[in-house]
């Protein structure tokens, strides 16, 4: 007695065999994300330049901040 839940071969049920995905096949589909980039891709670049300045600007204020506590003029 069949409960619903065997697995079926792949392609079954639909009237044609499963279209193998290789070059050669006409239904040959390439990855998703080698057609079309993800909007994550295109701003993990700028994310991280951002905070890359801004741990910079940290440095920086920080090292200036420390010079003024102490009461010594910077050279510029």
Do not use: C
Not at 36 to 51: A, M
Not at 54 to 61: G, K, Q, R, Y
Request: proline share 7%; glycine share 12%; net charge positive.
């Amino acid at each position: 007695m069949k409960t619903g839940t065997e697995r079926l071969p792949q392609g079954a049920g639909n009237g044609r065999a499963a279209a193998v995905n290789d070059a050669r096949s006409e239904f040959f589909l390439p990855p998703r994300g080698a057609v079309h980039e993800s909007s994550k891709r295109k701003w993990t670049p700028l994310f991280f330049g951002v905070l890359l300045g801004m741990f910079v600007l940290l440095i920086v204020a920080v090292i200036g901040w420390s010079f003024w506590l102490e009461g010594y003029r910077l050279p510029w």
